[in-house]
């Protein structure tokens, strides 16, 4: 049983380290002039190959459509809506109930602007990606264009595998607010946010039937309350630290995207079910896991020391 509890830990943490980022759009960015007033802002998409990105005129309850946001400003209008060219592909997709539109190898976007003085031009746009097994979730990209400056020219386009020069999405940009001068109110917002998130989890209907084995497990067991406290607490907070850990070490070797890539795995999800059904016949008596005797030691003599 050790052994087979072993294989599958590793299994399991072979497929999280193989769970690569995958970043298969690449953007650029670049303002194409038209006259001494007007310009095009052009926003170009390089699409790694078995890949495709959606057109932005998909009907409501389709994939989410590629969409554009242009901060606001006095120094440019915008002029009519976004053109992309080639022509999007079509097709009936019959898990939507309908006909789609979609780009594959490279698309670009054109949106013309009235210039009223030369200025950088913000905003950011949002895409989704699939191929012929699966999609990854929407991204947002932002973009940054010099129009009507000297010296202003495109951005070039990323390596497969690199994010666009100059662009940053707001994962990446979370991600900052943990590392040196990152601002301590953004990384208070995202301790809030995973607490509240966390705690909406455990209104679920799943979650249910653990609350009165996981109370029993610690009340029966003790005879004083304060040790039964004092053992839920160290339970909790192992928790805590291991999911932690773990997701902090395999975004941090591997990119934000790599726990989605293992959680949406078929094969990752089959091997996590096979694990816990070994620990729940644990739990219902059909055998017992032994721990090794040097941790069993080292537990309760920092349980007496706490006691």
């Given at each position: 049983m050790k052994k087979i509890l072993v294989l599958l830990s590793f299994i399991w943490f072979s497929i999280s380290v193989k769970a690569q980022i995958e970043s298969p759009v690449h953007w650029s960015f670049s303002a194409e002039k038209i006259?001494?007033?007007?310009a095009f802002l052009v926003l170009k998409a390089d699409i790694d190959s078995g890949w495709h990105v959606y057109s932005q005129f998909i009907k409501e309850g389709g994939p989410i459509p590629t969409s554009f946001k242009f901060d606001s400003s006095t120094a440019y209008q915008l002029v009519d809506k976004v053109l992309e060219t080639p022509k999007a592909l079509?097709?009936?997709?019959?898990?939507?109930n309908m006909e789609i539109f979609w780009h594959e190898k490279q698309v670009i976007f054109k949106q013309r602007i009235k210039l009223n003085q030369p200025t950088t031009i913000t905003g950011s746009l949002e895409f989704m990606v699939c191929n012929d097994h699966k999609c990854l979730p929407p991204t947002e990209e932002e973009f940054s264009i010099p129009v009507g400056q000297k010296g202003s020219q495109a951005?070039?386009?990323?390596?497969?595998?690199?994010r666009s020069t100059g662009t940053q999405s707001k994962v990446e940009q979370a991600?900052?607010?943990y590392m040196p001068g990152g601002s301590a109110s953004s990384y208070l917002g995202i301790l809030i946010a995973g607490f509240l998130g966390g705690l909406a989890a455990f209104f679920m209907p799943c979650i249910y039937?653990?609350?009165?084995?996981?109370i029993s497990f610690f009340t029966k067991q003790e005879v004083s309350r304060r040790k039964g406290i004092q053992k839920a607490f160290l339970y909790g907070t192992f928790i805590i630290t291991i999911y932690v850990g773990l997701g902090l070490l395999i975004t941090f070797f591997f990119g934000s995207s790599a726990l989605n890539e293992a959680a949406s795995s078929a094969t990752f999800n089959l091997i996590?079910?096979?694990i816990l059904i070994v620990f729940a016949l644990s739990f219902l008596g059909a055998f017992?896991?032994?721990l090794p005797s040097y941790w069993l030691t080292g537990w309760t003599r920092n349980l007496t020391k706490v006691g």
């Open positions: 006259n001494t007033q007007e079509s097709g009936f997709d019959k898990n939507f951005q070039p386009v990323a390596e497969p595998g690199q991600a900052k607010s039937p653990m609350i009165p084995l996981t996590f079910f096979a017992e896991i032994t």
